[in-house]
């Protein structure tokens, strides 16, 4: 391991913006084209052009923006334990169904045993079922965390 | 099998992948292109890949394989798989977009503002990658053997090759629209041989099913499953997808977390889609190929199925069919996983450079191909299973508690990725090594995700809470930047007259 930490490792988490910041600065200042050295920056991911907000401001920034992000995570965290839960509780039931109820073996539908259909068909509907529910779910905390924080930062806006 | 349409189906699929990694090479230019694609790759396209990528050797031959031997208890393996995504989709495939993080080296050292957490998460990221090209290997070794005739060795080489190639040349960029290419490759060819099958079958008058015969649990060749067992295994494919590098590398070419979210469902539809065939195959299997069961071979089901049941020229085009369907999955999972395993070596050996990638892509290739050459195939569903379970007890409560606790530390971390290493790892080495003598054991540890993931998880949190002092300081800033959501619509009057164009 000869590579040590760049520079880019001191800010973990850089802004976004820029995808390669030596190359965009180097453009942006000479107005003509220099030579580019192109280095992966270890963390900073091009993000695209104004992806963060305001409210991502604030909430990086100001003690309110911390809670509203903590409830904002909180949120998020819940909503994904209650589907996984719900998940793994079907998925459970199906095991110990075939498990200890021996009966379910001999239900066929179109010469097919129950547990066979259960596990090769009939999981997968209930799989795509979970995921569009939390996508609903995750996407409606975040247009909440959204609401939520342009009431802080309005004003602030209209500088 | 005809020899000749054998090595056509390789050579066909072989120089698809090749000539899309060139045309992806035209596009490809700057390092951000090379690592993820500069993350402008669409949902569908995005999904594919996703696709593409994740459904390897174990998918495409191990699942038939595996319904031949042990019948019903082998389709928790393709429930796993894909209840796996639904965990990534839960827990970490937004989050782990807004890190900004490229590997998952990359998201340790920029949540933990640590160097050591990143070693310790390169070296075992390092090690998982290799462990999953492996089987990968073992299974070109084997389809290249009842394909061609050739020997074993030539089919694990071909992969290696024509992967590095791809790589090297290519990147990332050009990786997206192979693998993408690959998923609907994998899907038609067992499609296909599968609705000619069918239509044989029912055309000659036989019940595809055998009125019922085919899923007689006499016909397994294993011992029923333990109900631990089935637990077990649903523990380790359900957390162990959360940290396969392959997998996570492929959701920073998303533009932003709800995309990441949305093409996580995305995939989740096309694996479910996928994950019948392998089983109508396994099924089928159980009555036109069950010799193959006894004699360490049903890996072959899918490849010689279709010649046993259609006869002739048919026959031989069905399965130069899955012939090419097999290869695309061996060469999809490898290359994706040596990108990811490139991104890794190149940042902590090379600097990032372009050239560095290149180099790194060629080490994390062959590494693999000699341990390949080296071994056996015990099982190709039972291997890849095991680096579910390795994965889930090392990088997965990395994964899960780095994003959602703030109290984890470095020490932490990487304590529990230790532990979990020398547990999993110690227990899978001595099943394998000790195998049936151990008696009682024989199950926990050759099966041990269910004790050593929920071990991993207490080691770290534990550590993390003795060690409180070394949370760091970046901590909210961090959880600000995983959790909030980018911005939706642009509200900056400048910025939104520059983007829209003449139309304002």
Redesign the interface.
Known sequence: ???G??SG?AA???D?GA??PDGDAGLASGGFRQRVR???P???????????????EL??QSEI??LF??S??RS??RL?VV??AG?GLI?LGV??L??LVPVTATL?I????L??LL???G???V??A???Q??RG??RN?RK??DLTADWTEPG?KQ | MNTAVGLAAVAAVCAATVLIGIYGLRISR???DF?VA??TVKPWWNASAIGGEYISAASFLGVAGLILISG?DA??FP?GY??GY??L???VS?PLRR????TIP??A???L?S?AAR?VTSLLVVAVGWLYIVPQLHGAALTMRIATGLPGWAGALIVVVVVVLSVVTGGMRSITFVQAFQYWLKLTALAVPVVFILLVLTGSGQ?P?G??AA?DPALDVSGDAS?YR??SL?VALLFGTLGLPHVLVRF?TN??G?AA??T??LV??LL?LF??FP?IYG?LGRLHTPRLAGGGQSDATVLLLPGRIVDGLAGDLLSACVVAGAFAAFLSTTSGLVVSLAGVV?????????KGFRLAAVLSAIVPLGIAMGTESLGLAGSVGAVFAFTASTICPLLLLGI?WRGLTDIGAIAGMVSGAVLCGGSLLAATVAGPALGGWAEPLGQPAAWTVPAAFLVTVVVSRATPRRR?A?V??????L??????E???PV?RSG?SGPAN
């Open positions: 391991m000869s590579g930490p760049d490792e973990p988490l850089p976004g995808p390669l192109v280095v992966a270890r963390s900073a991911a091009p993000q695209p052009p104004g992806a963060y907000t305001f409210s991502h909430a990086e923006g911390e992000v903590r904002l995570v998020q965290l994904a589907v996984a998940f998925l095991a110990v075939i498990a066929t179109a010469t097919i045993p547990p066979w596990l090769g068909i999981i997968y509907p799989i795509l979970c995921a569009a939390y996508n995750a996407a975040e965390f959204r806006a | 700057t390092t951000g690592y500069s993350r019903i389709l928790w429930v894909t209840a639904l965990m989709l839960l827990f937004a890190s900004g993080a490229y990359d998201f050292a920029a949540r503002d160097t070693r019940s099913t009125g019922g899923f109900l089935n637990i649903i920073y533009p932003d709800a979210r949305r996580t469902q989740l539809g479910a994950y019948l089983t099924v190149s940042q902590d050996l090379f600097r990032g450079s372009v959602w760091p970046t909210a800033r961090v959880m600000a930047r959790h909030t959501p980018e911005r939706t642009v509200r900056d910025f983007k």
